[in-house]
């Protein structure tokens, strides 16, 4: 057993997953035509379908929608490529962009299947997240669970050493207490995973609709930890 009080500092580190209760769909509008008008009023009856469709779900009690937007809307032409080098007649191209926040997860999939249904839109990514305030409480429990095993580190070097008294005296984030030292110095690291989709399931055989079951997010943190036994 030591005669002098031993410092002991140990890095903590944990990792947990948890389900979104955010989605966020991405969505634009993309018509080209021979002319302006051609463009233009196509992108226009289908901003207006899919403003319905939005509007039909923002008054339902339920209240699947957190927000929504449709905007950015351009229009602009180009001429088509000729091999030959031929200055061909400008194309004309009307676009838009939105997103719509679902803060049920399980009405995303119909509307992404009725959205994409109308001419001239895309679906172009899914995101999948958590809200601030459910962020700071999953990162909280992460970064509790990370101190815990650097605790629990301690603790063992304590019992090797021989030691019964272990006291806290520093704990801080990675590189902190040895700047540049640590494995992965930094805030918490924060991955978040990419939607997947399942087999394809609905009540209208002849139309599925895809079931979406989006990856857990995985929330990551590291501390550093510096305890002095005796």
């Not at 226009?44 to 923002?58: C, N, Q």
């Not at 602009?76 to 000729?82: A, D, G, I, Q, V």
């Not at 997240?129 to 605790?151: E, F, G």
Request: one cysteine or more; charged letters at 25%; aromatic letters at 6%.
């Amino acid at each position: 057993m030591p005669t002098n009080p031993v410092t002991i500092t140990v890095t903590g580190h944990a990792e947990r997953a948890f389900s979104p209760n955010r989605c966020v769909v991405q969505l634009n509008i993309e018509f080209d035509g021979t002319t302006r008008a051609e463009a233009s009023d196509a992108a226009t009856e289908s901003a207006a379908a899919l403003t319905k469709l939005i509007r039909t779900l923002e008054q339902n009690r339920a209240r699947p929608l957190r927000r929504w937007s449709l905007d950015q809307v351009q229009h602009s032409r180009y001429r088509p490529f000729h091999p030959q080098g031929k200055k061909l007649p400008w194309n004309y191209r009307s676009t838009a962009t939105g997103s719509v926040t679902f803060r049920d997860l399980d009405a995303v999939a119909a509307f992404v299947d009725e959205a994409a249904g109308i001419e001239g839109v895309n679906i172009a990514h899914l995101e999948w997240k958590l809200t601030r305030k459910a962020h700071r409480k999953a990162l909280a429990l992460v970064r509790d669970l990370a101190v815990r095993d650097a605790l629990g580190k301690a603790r063992g070097y304590t019992k090797s050493l021989g030691c019964t008294r272990i006291d806290t005296v520093a704990l801080a984030d990675p590189g902190m207490l040895n700047p540049g030292t640590g494995p992965d110095a930094g805030a918490p690291a924060v991955r978040m995973l990419a939607a997947s989709a399942s087999a394809p399931v609905g009540s209208d055989a002849d139309r599925p609709v895809i079931e979406l079951t989006p990856e857990r997010i995985r929330l990551q943190a590291d501390v550093e930890a510096r305890f002095e036994a005796s």
